[in-house]
T-cell receptor, first 115, second 115 residues
Framework: KQEVTQIPAALSVPEGENLVLNCSFT??????LQWFRQDPGKGLTSLLL?????REQTSGRLNASLDKSSGRSTLYIAASQPGDSATYLC??????????????FGTGTLLAVQP | DAGVIQSPRHEVTEMGQEVTLRCKPI?????LFWYRQTMMRGLELLIY????????DSGMPEDRFSAKMPNASFSTLKIQPSEPRDSAVYFC?????????????FGDGTRLSIL
């Protein structure tokens, strides 16, 4: 059974700092991995999607990497801003053929960027 | 693009009552997902539809839960009878063709409280 874990559960950093959020999964057989952001009282916003054949994806100040063999992904946020404060979740679609569409979510990292 | 629209945003009702949650996916999306989020269990997929057909309902907790998608622009999740342990935030999400490689777009959720 695929399990997704995120460390740390909470993180507080001063504005301007670069930071890394970690995600690990127990079964390397994944179709893709996705990073989401959730603001309080809101739904999830997709940030980056990495297909199983890819090693990384970048969007603005965000960079996500994927190492399937070790079951790990990282989300790197450069020059953090108070507006980056939110809960960050990673999720995987398990399997090889992508037939399930079933996202398995981690428990999230609550990020606070202090001005 | 109006995004995924869920109603109601909040629902408070007494145990034993029927609860109906509604979702309007993004126009043109052919996959629709219902999730439940709690502090204890995080985000869990309940059921998803592809082209209005239920594909995987293995996450539906029990027979008290049912979901329908009568057309491409509307879906409901019904709980009958409701119980206090059903209290959670329920999210609807949709994605486009080849949803394994496209991000899911989430609504803002329905916060359900069963007294």
């Amino acid at each position: 059974k695929q399990e997704v874990t995120q460390i740390p559960a909470a993180l507080s950093v001063p504005e301007g700092e670069n930071l890394v959020l970690n995600c690990s999964f127990t079964d390397s057989a994944i179709y893709n991995l996705q990073w989401f952001r959730q603001d309080p009282g809101k739904g999830l916003t997709s940030l980056l999607l990495i297909q199983s054949s890819q090693r990384e994806q970048t969007s603005g100040r965000l960079n996500a990497s994927l190492d399937k063999s070790s079951g790990r992904s990282t989300l790197y946020i450069a020059a953090s801003q108070p507006g980056d404060s939110a809960t960050y979740l990673c999720a995987v679609i398990p399997g090889y053929g992508g037939a399930t569409n079933k996202l398995i979510f981690g428990t999230g990292t609550l990020l606070a960027v202090q001005p | 693009d109006a995004g995924v629209i869920q109603s109601p945003r909040h629902e408070v009702t007494e145990m034993g009552q029927e609860v109906t949650l509604r979702c309007k996916p993004i126009s043109g999306h052919n996959s629709l997902f219902w999730y439940r989020q709690t502090m204890m269990r995080g985000l869990e997929l309940l059921i998803y539809f592809n082209n209005n057909v239920p594909i995987d309902d293995s996450g539906m907790p029990e027979d008290r839960f049912s979901a329908k998608m009568p057309n491409a622009s509307f879906s409901t999740l019904k709980i009958q009878p409701s119980e206090p342990r059903d209290s959670a935030v329920y999210f609807c999400a949709s994605s486009g063709w080849d949803s394994n490689n496209q991000p899911q777009h989430f609504g803002d959720g329905t916060r359900l409280s069963i007294l």
